[in-house]
């Protein structure tokens, strides 16, 4: 490997889903003209016969009662009876869950636009929320994404991260609906305080990063402004049940310090504008431009960016005051992001999309639920806040590796009339190695020549 | 009370000082030393109550625990009443619990706290080892003799991480024909050396989990934090147990980040905590007089109980110590105490003991690794740092 790498394959892994049979062509001899078209038109919407988050709550709920309803019932007095409350269905928040997982799969598998996925991956991990939380969060994870990251992916920093923390997933996940101002009527009352997670994690990871320059004040200051952030209870029913609400009685008194400027107290329910103005003037801070820089520039382009690279990014940021669009354009733009070479290594998530668009095959949702989390990354549960590791160290592992064989394998079996080789020229051309092109020739079968595709080092790096 | 604490230390010091560095080790023991890291911060004040402490009840409120309720330790510090088969280890002498400790870290981000832990390095930084792996780099030949580390998981652990060759291993099911492992091996051999060696590695530990057992290779299910650890301990303990297997191991569990109603979820999580310790013991058979099984955290939590009934992140918290190994049954603690003044920044339990004393104490004591490798390879520019020797039987 010498110079620049193949610029259709930086279009189509780095900054893509990987190529279905055919994409290599049209991508044409204008590869970065091919990628920044993407960021022309609308972002996609998807799911949109899934119930919105409120809705989603509201159905849990209900669901709840119901189950509570049921096993106060008194025993089965029959065989018939007995099986009837054995057999019965999942939970809500699993077929909500696998519900959201299809239309996320299915948007991977056949997205014209690669790059906005990527970007709703990234943004998707950047503001982690995980259903290892628990039921209420894994009922609202794929909707999370849908509403408060998907819209944004090309907009404002500044709006993303407002859907964001109020989120009834962020809240829930995070802790905030429990947080209460300690000095609030509510607070007083009920004896409840405050809870520090979620303003911890927004300096921390959504906005100045750990070395942004804030301090435990600052924390608690941001802790007090989230008080009252919650959500109205699901048994209100339509249409304000389950949505985000700002409760004056929890919020707690006066005016609060962040960062050194003063965000005053306001009454009733402009007091929801103290955390307005807060987070305008966070998404707005050097310190996020200069982690989100580093952020987007080590998650597409090389686990240590280039300096110039990261430098790039964030003027774009501040220029244009958080302005999504300009800044991924300034991304695309960089003559780093085409000279790197392509030695990052797929996500799980990232193999498995590759996998659906070059065997050509529809989602199977169980089957990949189950293989995401064989390699490490089960869907929507990052074992922190702070999302997914970005670097290739961290995926390169050997029991990993195994289960991406085992995938790799099963996927070869599943697409096995398709010839190899032919599949090897249509998405990989001449990037394809002589060592990749000699061992898929000499698979004893189609389908171990798939397989063999699949885990080659064109296929797994990007 | 914390003068008797403090007293302890100082002898227990005192005697590593005139005790020869190689007195803990002959050449009958064959040690393992396997690393727990608990991810999200254990609250140590709720695991090992310093129920002799007078502001300790005041403090915790409804989640204090009592002498009616805990289990005892020594009279001053007591044990979470979820952690049976670790009382019956310490009153064994085959446990011991670190107070008060905590990494060099001082900050309270989850995630560059792990990274100070696992790397073994002073401060925040590059950590693209950790201080297993460069362990296993240090250890005399005639210990390893060619052997690999283990680590535990779908993913490499960061202290575990390093140029030193890891075995990889996590319960798992389906598996691909040997075949076309072959050939992607023999393809990765020229095109992609990296990728061949974590393969390699990945494919080789699943052949000695399964050759060895019959029964880890169900699927663990997910929110079953009990169910999970005991698997995930018994594999790790059966390629410990073996006699051409790892002899330095790394685990991990997570969820410990118990910021909310901390005292339904901590009792779980103890739990399994507790009971994958006594599956190491069960599974390990006669090689659990050989082992040490340290326990650590990246943090502790606010001495105070949140306005949620948790804790939220803190600094000083608990290690524990446990293994046939083990010089146990005791507390070593420098106890800080917990009035206002005494506590760090006026909300955490003040860490008196660096765990890098700890582990370069078991370093030393257990796999017979020099000053030399422990002050500038393994915790580099920890030379201020004295091992905290005796902790071995």
């Known amino acids: 490997m010498s110079g620049n790498p193949d610029p259709t394959l930086v279009a189509l892994h780095r900054f893509g889903l990987g190529a279905r049979p055919g994409d290599r062509a049209r991508v044409g001899a204008d590869a970065r003209g091919f990628v920044i078209a993407q960021l022309n038109g609308q972002v996609p919407i998807i799911g949109a016969q899934l119930p919105a988050s409120d809705e989603a709550t509201r159905q849990r709920h209900a669901a709840e009662a119901t189950r509570k309803e049921a096993s106060q019932r008194p025993a089965p007095s029959t065989m018939a009876e007995a099986g009837a409350v054995k057999d019965e269905e999942p939970h809500i928040e699993m077929t909500l869950f696998r519900a959201e997982a299809a239309a996320r799969f299915q948007q991977l598998a056949s997205a014209e636009r690669g790059l906005i996925e990527r970007l709703v991956l990234f943004w998707s991990n950047h503001f982690t929320v995980s259903a290892a939380k628990g039921a209420a969060v894994r009922a609202l994870v794929g909707a999370f994404e849908r509403e408060a990251i998907r819209p944004h992916v090309l907009g404002r920093f500044q709006d993303m991260l407002m859907a964001v923390e109020q989120h009834p997933a962020m809240l829930i996940y995070l802790d905030n609906t429990q947080s209460f101002g300690p000095n609030s009527r509510a607070g007083l009352n009920r004896e409840r305080g405050l809870n520090e997670n979620l303003a911890r994690e927004t300096l921390e990871l959504h906005t100045l990063g750990v070395d942004g320059g804030y301090g435990q004040a600052d924390v608690g200051a941001l802790a007090r402004i989230y008080t009252g952030w919650g959500i109205t209870g699901p048994q209100q029913g339509p249409p304000d049940g389950g949505r985000f609400n700002f409760a004056p009685p929890r919020h707690e008194p006066g005016p609060q310090t962040l960062l050194g400027r003063t965000y005053p107290e306001r009454q009733g329910k402009a007091g929801l504008e103290q955390g307005g103005a807060a987070l305008a003037d966070l998404a707005r801070h050097p310190s996020t431009a200069r982690f989100i820089a580093r952020k987007l520039a080590r998650h597409f382009v090389a686990d240590e960016p280039p300096a110039t690279l990261v430098a790039k990014l964030e003027a774009a940021f501040t220029a244009s005051d958080g302005d999504l669009s300009t800044v991924t354009r300034a991304l695309l733009e960089a003559p780093e992001a085409w000279s790197a070479p392509l030695a990052k290594l797929r996500t799980p998530m990232d193999f498995m999309a590759a996998l659906m668009r070059a065997a050509g095959r529809a989602p199977e949702g169980p089957a990949m639920i189950i293989g995401l989390r064989l390699m490490g990354q089960p869907l929507w549960q990052a074992p922190g806040p702070n999302g997914w590791p970005d670097t290739t160290a961290a995926w390169l592992a050997p029991e990993a590796m195994a289960a991406r064989l085992d995938i790799a394998a099963q996927w070869g079996r599943r697409a096995g009339d398709v010839d190899p080789l032919d599949l090897a020229n249509d998405i990989l051309g001449p990037a394809a190695s002589r060592d990749t092109r000699e061992a898929i020739a000499g698979a004893e079968s189609r389908a171990q020549g798939l397989a063999l595709l699949f885990m080659s080092p064109e296929f797994q790096r990007r | ?393």
Do not use: C
């Not at chain 2, 989640?63 to 280890?89: E, I, K």
């Not at chain 2, 073996?242 to 997570?254: H, T, V, W």
């Not at chain 2, 005292?263 to 905590?273: F, H």
């Open chain 2, 1 to 393: 009370m914390s003068i008797t604490r403090r007293t302890f230390l100082r002898a227990s010091a005192a005697f590593g000082a005139l005790a020869p560095a190689t007195h803990a080790f002959g050449a009958a023991r064959d040690s393992r030393l396997v690393t727990i890291v608990l991810r999200g911060a254990l609250d140590g004040m709720a695991a090992v109550a310093p129920i002799g402490d007078p502001a300790y009840a005041g403090l915790r409120g409804d989640l204090a625990l009592t002498r009616a309720n805990a289990l005892p330790l020594d009279g001053f510090f007591a044990l979470h009443p979820a952690m049976p088969q670790f009382a019956r280890l310490y009153q064994a002498r085959q446990a011991l619990v670190v107070h008060a400790a905590a990494s060099p870290y001082r900050g309270r981000s989850h995630f560059e706290g792990q990274d100070v832990l696992e790397s073994g390095q002073s401060s925040v930084g590059r950590a693209d080892s950790g201080w297993m792996n460069r362990m296993l780099q240090a250890l005399p030949s005639s210990r390893n003799a060619g052997r690999e580390g283990l680590a535990v998981g779908a993913l490499t652990p960061l202290i575990m991480r390093g140029p030193a060759p890891v075995l990889g291993w996590a319960p798992q099911s389906l598996k691909a024909e040997d075949d076309l492992a072959q050939r992607v091996l023999s393809l990765y051999r020229h095109a992609d050396p990296a990728l061949g060696a974590a393969l390699a590695q990945g494919l080789d530990t699943n052949h000695m989990a399964l050759n060895a057992s019959k029964g880890v290779e169900a699927n663990q299910g997910a929110g079953q934090p009990h169910a999970a650890m005991v698997k995930t301990a018994e594999g790790a303990a059966r390629l410990l147990a073996q006699d051409n297997g790892p002899r330095i191991a790394a685990l991990a569990f997570d969820g410990w980040d118990t910021h909310v109603n901390e005292s339904a979820r901590l009792a779980q999580l103890l739990a399994g905590l507790d009971a994958a310790l006594a599956t190491f013991e069960q599974t390990l058979g006669a090689r659990w007089a050989d082992t040490a099984i340290l326990v650590v955290t990246e943090f502790g939590r606010t001495v105070q109980i949140n306005g949620t009934g948790g804790s939220d992140h803190g600094t000083g918290s608990v290690a524990f110590l446990a293994g046939g190994a083990v010089k146990g049954g005791r507390v070593v603690a420098d106890w800080p105490g917990l009035a206002q003044a005494q506590l760090f920044e006026g909300r955490d339990l003040k860490p008196t003991l660096d765990l890098r004393a700890l582990a370069k104490g078991l370093a030393a004591d257990h796999l017979g690794l020099s000053a030399k490798a422990l002050d500038d390879a393994i915790f580099p520019g920890s030379q201020t740092v004295r091992p905290l020797t005796g902790l071995i039987a």
